[in-house]
């Protein structure tokens, strides 16, 4: 790899404590504090994204293992964690920051700059008293999930390696005072910019504006094209837009595709729109827009999947009055989040007529939309398959073949209203100004095939426990190809033996 090229732009710039003191404290002064990595003497390298190495400039794996999984890194590489705030769960958290991120810093490739960072390699002065470690089950879940979620088209952070670090890690997974030993993993992870929502909120909430601008201007013009960067009385305003814009077609991807994020708190929200932060995330197997995989959050559902568009909204809010002092206009700011709610339901109702392959959306689509919400609500279909039944030339659309998307029995009541679904369905669809072959088309780029359900990714991470990595590896050729049925027996709703199984419904932060 070229180790060599790696730089460290963002720490040049801004003011960091270059003491190298891991002591847990708040830095109310720096954005930064460099930290060395653990350490750790028995690494493994399970496996390594070589095409995304490339991509991004560091070339071939040749013999820099040790990197991989933060050991003996070269001269150039200043490791540091960052310091961010945020809201959790609706309230003001104050100094949070990299509790187990660590920075090797950036490289630029064909004028695109990425960050390069390890999950797990250590504690940092932001752990907040836990062991900047993480556990292979939770980093084999990010590993896998990020890039699944690349090949879907959705923005997010991605994941350059997977390594074993030799070392047990204590977790009681359920918070229920049973503690085990599970074995520890380092993910090196990827971004244009790991940049928070958080990051911005922490600078505001120290009323440090001077940096809170300069932050701002180094996000604009390192990464929003998008935004014009010089002599634009509107700079900012316009910079705002974008997050929005940006966050807003995330989220519309995520409702695409099925993903509950699980943790929407505001450090947990790129600036950049990009899925970050993978923790006690799940694909939905049954339509439920109650839906939460996190246990944390169970009581108020502040996260399920129906409420990801409100909770981002609430999330940029926030952010809007953290950046505030750089733009001082309440009402642009205001009609900034209005509209973002209007185009949430104009772009989320485009969304929809696409996973239809309705090639417009109709003014009596709002009522049709309405009704198969509805329908999924009340008979928890998968949503995956649900749509695969429906991709087919319309006259062979069958209610029979949707039983593969049940996950209780039916009564005859409920079929019926299936069947009635249908029938409006083919009578909607009459109505396209495409052909069939191009509505076809269109629903099979939209509609997803294979999909990195939570009980996939716990089968897998329970064979990886124990030494076998074939079904991590097999994942990982499904995960590459969203859209093509290459593992017909992945393409399957969820077995009912893990209905209530903790590590697959049911999750925690515990990682
Ligand atoms: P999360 O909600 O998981 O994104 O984490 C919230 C905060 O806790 C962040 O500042 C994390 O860096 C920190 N954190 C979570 N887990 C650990 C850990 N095992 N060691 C150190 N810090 C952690
Ligand atoms: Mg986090």
């Known amino acids: 790899m070229k180790l060599n090229l790696i730089t460290q732009k963002f720490t040049s710039l801004f003011p960091g404590d270059f003491s190298g003191n891991t002591m847990q404290r708040q830095t109310p002064d ?32 040749e013999n820099d293992k040790d990197f991989l999984a933060a050991q003996n890194l070269p001269e150039n590489v200043k490791t540091y964690a960052t310091a ?149 009385p509107t700079k900012y305003i316009d910079w705002f837009q974008a997050v929005c814009d940006r966050t807003l077609k995330m989220i519309i991807d995520w409702y695409r595709v099925g993903f509950v994020h699980g943790v929407m708190n505001t450090d947990n929200m790129s600036v950049l729109g990009l ?22 959050d169970l009581p108020g559902r502040r996260y399920a999947f129906g409420k990801q568009g409100q909770i981002s909204h609430w999330n940029l809010a926030a952010f809007a009055n953290a950046i505030f002092p750089l733009i001082n206009d309440q009402e642009v700011l205001e009609k900034i989040l209005d509209d973002f709610g209007k185009q949430f339901w104009v772009k989320h109702d485009k969304m929809l007529a696409e996973k239809f392959g309705f090639d417009e959306v109709l003014k009596e689509d709002e009522k049709f939309f309405t009704e198969w919400q509805q329908l999924m609500q009340d008979l928890n279909l998968d949503y995956t398959l649900f749509f695969q039944q429906l991709e087919k030339p319309i006259v062979e659309i069958q209610t029979d073949d949707f039983k593969d998307c049940f996950y209780r029995i039916l009564s005859q009541n ?98």
């Open 30 to 61: 720096v954005m930064f504090c460099t930290v060395k990595p653990a350490g750790f003497s028995n690494t493994e390298l399970i496996d390594f994204n070589e095409k995304l190495s490339q991509e991004i400039g560091l070339g071939n794996l």
């Open 84 to 232: 961010y705030a945020g809201h959790q769960f609706g309230n003001w958290a104050g100094q949070l920051g990299d509790g187990r991120a660590i920075y090797a810093g950036e490289i630029l490739s064909n004028n695109k700059q990425t960050e390069i960072q390890w999950k797990g390699a250590g504690a940092t002065p932001y752990s907040r008293n836990a062991d900047g470690r993480a556990v292979l089950r939770s980093s084999i879940r990010e590993y896998l999930m990020s890039e699944a979620m690349f090949h879907l088209g959705v923005p997010t952070t991605r994941a350059l390696s997977l390594s074993k670090t030799g070392e047990d890690v204590i977790r009681d997974i359920q918070y229920s005072g049973n503690p085990q030993k599970e074995p520890g993993a380092v993910v090196v992870r990827t971004a244009e910019s790991f940049l928070r929502l958080g990051h911005f909120e922490l600078l505001s909430a120290r009323k440090q504006n001077d940096l809170l601008k300069q932050l701002a201007d180094y996000a604009i013009e390192n990464f929003f094209p998008e935004v014009s960067a010089h002599n634009n």
């Open 275 to 296: 899925t970050i932060d993978y923790g006690p995330f799940s694909m939905m197997d049954g339509y439920d827009l109650e839906f939460t995989p996190n246990t944390t």
């Open 414 to 511: 409920e079929l019926k209203k299936i069947s009635d679904f249908i029938e409006k369905y083919q009578a909607r669809k009459g109505k396209n100004n495409i052909s069939e072959t191009e509505s076809l088309e269109l629903m099979s780029k939209t509609n997803p095939k294979f999909i990195l359900r939570n009980y996939l990714l716990f089968e897998a991470i329970q064979d990886a426990e124990n030494g076998n990595y074939e079904m991590f590896f097999k994942l990982k050729k499904a995960l590459e190809n969203p859209y093509e049925n290459l593992f017909p027996e992945f393409n399957q709703k969820r077995p009912s033996k893990y209905d209530n199984q903790t590590g697959s419904s049911q999750l925690s932060c515990s990682s």
